[in-house]
């Protein structure tokens, strides 16, 4: 009986030693699961908060916004990387734990998924950013007529597409593969021209003349060059693959009429009129400002055949302004010739004649000058203008007159007149300059 009972004793201490743990494992086991589910809902609501800050890195056609910081990418990558790491380390003590861990893990592989979209649109985005003067995307269109700074390597080419590979099948997608064939075929047009001129001109040099079936289809590739500086240096070669004249045409009494700092809606037309009732051709150097304003006087000027020029945009001394003044001055005004011609100008005659290496090495575009001054510009009187010829003209002369003045319209058709009388033959200044 007395041992029965002492059994009976140890047998309740030791069931009580047990419950005692049951309830110290429970109480363990409960607050982990408190903790962990802390853990876990912290994890999620950062994960709300991420999903909300890449979503509004894309607007509602989900292209890229162009005004999120770099520094703002940089902090949504960090926390994207972070959760991974947080969610790793929750432990799952219960099947409530599990479920909910296997929701937020589904959640941060949207989050990754939705951040690689972002970045890669976004290196998307500043590559042709790099690659083209203004957003080829702008208002989520293709911008096919858009003018490129430069042309891509094939390896940088080949990088970009298999970003775009990658990219979801959306409207970004769609007008990135756009400008991603048009990028191509630059490349393309560029190695085919270098290829095809390469028997024909070697360091700077002509080798051999192409016939004339060949330099039209070398100019039309040229012409479909997008990038300007590219395009400059291709024209300028094809300059130099026109056959030289015979020698009996190089001894003519030979003149080029060039015209500066229009156009304008009268007298503009006035001496395109008088041009085209001689039958002779000129130039017409013109200003950017002034193309802003008489487009379509541009228009009927390039109709005509008459070869239009560089001027700079606002006739300022480009050896007195800044680099970046000096690209703006140049460039712009070829722009915008070129929106309305189609074709980018090859000749530059800087304002008063000024110009110094800051200028050539800001622009390979050919320094054109003159060397008779009919000094309308001063005299504003058609017959001290027609004086000015008579007295300066000699062979090969190129002449200096503006056709903003309604005098120098006005002298025109006696000028002309005279020259013919004296035998000159008229010429643009693309056909004048090889034999100058």
């Known amino acids: 009986m007395i041992i029965i009972k002492t059994k009976y004793k140890i047998l309740l201490s030791i069931l009580s030693v047990l419950l005692v743990a049951e309830v110290i494992i429970l109480i363990f086991f409960i607050k982990n699961i408190h903790v962990q589910q802390q853990h876990l809902n912290e994890i999620k609501k950062n994960q709300e908060t991420l999903k909300v800050q890449l979503e509004q890195t894309l607007d509602e056609q989900q292209f890229p916004k162009k005004n999120v910081p770099q520094q703002n990418l940089k902090q949504i990558r960090a926390q994207v990387k972070e959760d991974q790491t947080n969610l790793a380390t929750v432990k799952t003590f219960s099947n409530d734990l599990k479920k909910e861990k296997k929701q937020a893990q589904s959640k941060q592989a949207m989050n990754q998924k939705l951040y690689d979209e972002v970045s890669r649109k976004q290196k998307t985005q500043e590559l042709l950013g790099s690659w083209y003067q203004d957003d080829p995307l702008k208002n989520h269109q293709f911008q096919e007529d858009g003018t490129f700074k430069k042309i891509p390597s094939a390896t940088d080419i080949q990088n970009l ?17 756009l400008a991603l064939r048009q990028i191509k075929q630059q490349r393309s047009l560029v190695d085919t ?38 395009q400059q240096h291709y024209l300028q070669a094809l300059v130099l693959l026109k056959k030289p004249k015979p020698k009996e045409e190089n001894n003519k009494k030979m003149v080029a009429l060039t015209f500066d700092d229009g156009p304008n809606a009268s007298s503009t037309l006035d001496i395109v009129s008088i041009l085209k009732k001689h039958k002779v051709t000129a130039t017409f150097f013109m200003l950017g400002l002034m193309v802003d304003q008489n487009k379509e006087v541009v228009e009927t000027i390039h109709k005509e055949g008459f070869t239009i020029a560089n001027h700079s945009y606002s006739h300022k001394d480009l050896t007195k302004i800044s680099t970046a003044n000096l690209q703006s001055e140049i460039n712009i005004t070829n722009e915008k010739i070129k929106a309305i011609t189609g074709e980018t100008p090859i000749y530059l005659r800087p304002p008063y004649g000024a110009f110094n290496k800051a200028v050539t090495d800001t622009t390979p575009m050919t320094i054109s000058l003159w060397n008779v001054d009919s000094l309308d510009w001063k005299s504003k009187n058609p017959k001290a203008i027609e004086k000015e010829v008579r007295q300066q003209v000699k062979e090969k002369s190129v002449i200096l007159m503006h056709d903003i003045y309604p005098t120098t319209a006005q002298s025109l058709d006696n000028v002309i007149t005279y020259l013919k009388k004296e035998g000159y033959s008229f010429y643009s200044i693309e056909e004048l300059l090889p034999y100058l």
């Open 161 to 177: 597409e298999a970003t775009v590979t990658t990219l979801p099948d959306d409207a970004f997608k769609a007008k990135t593969l």
């Open 193 to 230: 021209l270098q290829k095809e001129m390469k028997p024909f001109i070697q360091k700077k040099q002509v080798v051999k003349y192409p016939d004339k079936k060949k330099l039209i289809s070398l100019n039309e590739m040229s012409r479909k060059i997008k990038e300007p500086e590219t």
